[in-house]
């Protein structure tokens, strides 16, 4: 009598893969949050340790808040060193472990065992930061279990309702003095682009959207075969640069190119073009101060049109800078353009303040020694000039621009120039 061969049926087989794969998956969430609640106090922690030892490593610091600032700051830089992250992201983190450790341990301790995550966690302290006191608990005892078996969207969605309802105060008094918080903001992309972003009132901003609308839907009307999402973007460039609308701008009353629109720009701009590109023997890209590479003609309109500008000529081998232009009015002195065109942005490690905003800092200082040189100048920003000098900082400055720091903690970070892009 023959034997038969039973084999699993190809669902049985793909339920019990999924089944292994969701363990696994589950088990891995769980070890983030664990290391996420981990992190959250360690930070907690570091933030107390700065505040305590504020007063006697800043002693040159007037009050205690300014004092506890620069030694948090001190703090943040270096942790963020120590694993290459900007020191904003680590502040951001060290606000929200202190609202996670101090004000909402119930939430730690949640995240601890998995049962949320750490976005989970965020959304609800996020919202627990406008609640008041004595609605806490009760805000707390709500909004857990809903994270506990809902997504992180849900829950930041019931926290702010629940959140509107403890608050103590109306939502005018609040708003008044969130409009305070309104600012753009710009964020470089790649290919020659960028993002604009306005924080504003709701108002304005769906007043904004109308506005596009309306000028999007009569270009339309007209024939413009260009996309809505594209019209939007040329109507609102076209109102913010030239201060009208499409309409006066232009006779024909069709929203104006981006390359038209560029042609009101009036700026005071710092483009590094490689020699053969400006002579049009090359297209090799040309460098805009605080955003990166542009295209030739780009550079070449806004060269035209800009009143006061910059213009560096590098090698088109080499890179190295063959001359700087000398249109602008007030013109720096060549040694600091010199050490800001080498420098592009502050030499912290990590900080990415241009160049043009920040201090020219001597790494020997002056009284003891040190020369007023490119070999002894640097770019830092206001923020990294004042924390070199806080005990356990140190530069050292080499030749051709390179900065070895220490930090409080005994590591050691190199930066260096960044070459010509092109």
Not at 9 to 25: I, K, Q, R, W, Y
Not at 168 to 177: D, H, K, N
Not at 289 to 295: L, N
Request: net charge neutral.
């Amino acid at each position: 009598m023959t034997e038969q061969l039973f084999l699993p049926h190809p669902s049985e087989v793909f339920t019990a893969g999924l089944a292994g794969f969701s363990d696994e998956f589950v088990a891995i969430a769980a070890e983030r949050a664990a290391l996420d609640a981990r992190e959250a106090r360690l930070l907690a922690r570091s933030a107390a340790f700065a505040d305590a030892m504020a007063d006697t490593i800043a002693v040159h610091e007037r009050t205690v808040s300014e004092r506890q600032a620069l030694v948090r700051r001190s703090t943040c830089a270096t942790l963020a060193m120590a694993v290459r992250m900007s020191e904003q992201t680590v502040q951001r983190a060290t606000g929200d472990a202190e609202r996670l450790v101090n004000e909402a341990p119930a939430v730690l301790v949640a995240l601890e065992l998995g049962r949320i995550s750490v976005r989970h966690a965020h959304a609800i302290t996020d919202q627990l930061r406008e609640v008041p006191a004595p609605g806490r608990a009760v805000f707390l005892s709500a909004v857990l279990p809903v994270a506990e078996r809902s997504t992180a969207a849900r829950v930041k969605q019931h926290a702010r309702v629940l959140r509107e309802r403890l608050h103590p105060e109306s939502i005018t008094v609040r708003a008044l003095r969130s409009e305070q918080d309104r600012r753009v903001e710009i964020e470089a992309a790649p290919d020659g682009m960028a993002w604009v972003h306005l924080f504003t009132t709701a108002p304005v901003a769906h007043g904004i959207a109308e506005r596009l609308d309306a000028l999007v839907a009569e270009a339309r009307s007209g024939g413009d075969t260009r996309t809505c999402a594209q019209l939007r973007a040329d109507a609102l460039a076209s109102l913010a640069i030239s201060g009208v609308t499409p309409a006066e701008q232009a006779p024909s009353e069709t929203l104006p190119h981006p390359v038209e629109v560029s042609e009101h720009i009036r700026a005071t701009v710092q483009i590094t073009v490689p020699a053969l590109s400006i002579l049009g023997v090359t297209d090799t890209p040309a460098t805009l101060d605080g955003y990166g590479p542009i295209d030739p003609d780009t550079a070449a309109r806004l060269a035209v049109s800009a009143p006061s500008m910059t213009r560096v000529l590098t090698h088109p081998e080499t890179g190295a800078v063959l001359s700087v232009g000398r249109e602008q009015y007030r013109v720096p002195a060549d040694l600091q353009r010199a050490v800001r065109l080498r420098d592009a942005t502050c030499r912290a490690p990590g900080c990415g303040r241009r160049a043009r905003a920040c201090d020219l800092d001597h790494s020997i200082a002056w009284e003891h020694g040190g020369t007023t040189s490119v070999g002894n100048l640097a770019c830092l920003c206001r923020h990294h000039h004042r924390m070199k000098h806080l005990p356990g900082w140190r530069l050292d400055h080499h030749g051709a621009g390179v900065l070895d720091w220490t930090t409080p903690d005994g590591k050691h970070h190199r930066t260096t120039p960044e070459p010509a892009p092109f």
